[in-house]
């Protein structure tokens, strides 16, 4: 018998500030000028986010979330002045990128 799959996030989006989030790693200069970047930043400015950060889970209450996917979606809502974001808390802590993950599913 299969074991039952494992939900990799908490069941709800929660919104937290920003300050409370810990990139992984920065966004350059020269990517803000793609045009990947500049249509999630105009998608932002318009509907909002669609989808949320992913976070990895805290250790304890006085370290940030890490950020573990959405690192683009992340400087648009800075650039755009945004002081909060809907996000996803990860199960696991692991450093691989959900969406990759999903993306690559047979």
Not at 29 to 50: C, F
Not at 73 to 85: D, I, K, V
Request: hydrophobic letters at 40%; proline letters at 9%; one cysteine or more.
């Amino acid at each position: 018998m299969q074991e039952p799959l494992k939900i990799a996030f908490q069941r709800r989006v929660v919104v937290l500030p920003l300050s409370n989030i810990l990139p992984m790693r920065q966004v350059p200069p020269t990517t803000k000028q793609t045009l990947k970047y500049k249509r999630i930043l105009a998608s932002i400015g318009e509907v909002g986010i669609v989808e949320p950060l992913v976070l990895a889970p805290r250790r304890d209450n006085a370290e940030p979330h890490m950020l573990v996917d959405g690192h683009l979606r992340y400087a648009a809502l800075e650039e755009l002045g945004a002081t909060t974001a809907p996000c996803l808390i990860a199960n696991d802590d692991e450093g691989f990128t959900y969406n990759v993950s999903v993306r690559s599913w047979p």
